[in-house]
């Protein structure tokens, strides 16, 4: 079956703080090899599933899932498979909590204040969940059989910040530039979209810059009453 699997992760929790096999070498076996290879995790959706399209893990940190979609609606789009399972995963570990602690990422209370002039870190959580994309024409065709349509991806883009004040620091230009590029690939106004799910850090870098760019992009000429409702996620979709 051509089935395409794009999956989503950010680091592996089966190493330890040096990056290293946890087990000794008379411990070791082939488990300690495939599992710190993010491809396997991929792989092994295929294996499972006898699926011949395209196959790999995506890590762009927070946006990890959302690259995947992005670039398994371009498969779809090229007709590379006829539908694409699309998948997003976080497993959390002692020591990606230390590191991002230790780089000031996180809530010291345990609570997300985005959008808050309290902000002081963001939470982090672990989970899977998959979705499965098709063209719209076939998704349409296969309707009624146990399957159904429950949204329709009109656009997507991908774009790295450059240059900002630090690697981590947003770029409120840069994603002003995202936004304009996914509105036009999607074929839609600013004046058509009335909720946007923001990556909402809960920092008092993040927020900031994040809400300036959504202001200039959706603000302009914008109807007072058809307000642009704003939530925390991510905003790489339309």
């Known amino acids: 079956s051509l089935g395409g699997v794009f999956i989503g992760l950010s680091g592996i929790a089966a190493v330890d703080g ?7 070498k008379d411990t070791m076996s082939v488990f300690d090899m495939s599992g710190v290879s993010t ?3 991929a792989g092994r959706v295929s294996y499972a599933l006898g699926l011949r399209g395209p196959c790999f893990a995506v890590d762009t940190a927070c946006s990890s899932s959302l690259v995947a979609l992005h670039y398994a609606r371009r498969s779809l789009a090229n007709r590379e498979c006829d539908f694409a399972i699309v998948l997003g995963v976080n497993i959390l570990s002692v020591e990606g909590n ?9 809530s010291p209370d345990g609570k997300c204040h985005t959008f808050d002039e309290g902000a002081n870190g963001y939470c982090r959580g672990e989970g899977c ?14 309707s009624g059989d146990g399957f159904g ?23 409120g ?11 036009s690939d999607a074929g839609v106004s600013p004046g058509d979209v009335s909720y946007v799910e ?13 809400t300036s760019a959504l202001a200039s ?19 790489s979709v339309v």
């Open 173 to 183: 230009l840069a994603q002003e530039q995202l936004l304009h590029r996914v509105l």
């Open 98 to 106: 230390l590191g991002t602690a230790l780089a000031g990422m996180t």
């Open 129 to 142: 969940g998959a979705i499965v994309l098709k063209r719209l024409s076939d998704a349409e065709r296969d």
């Open 39 to 41: 491809c396997i995790a």
């Open 18 to 24: 040096f990056g290293m096999f946890v087990n000794e």
């Open 198 to 210: 923001a990556h909402g850090t809960g920092t008092p870098l993040g927020d900031p810059i994040e």
């Open 217 to 235: 992009v959706f603000g302009p000429g914008r109807e007072s009453s058809l307000p642009l409702f704003v939530g925390r996620d991510r905003k």
């Open 149 to 171: 349509v429950y949204a329709v991806v009109r656009g997507s883009g991908v774009l790295q910040d450059g240059k900002s004040a630090t690697l981590t620091a947003p770029n």
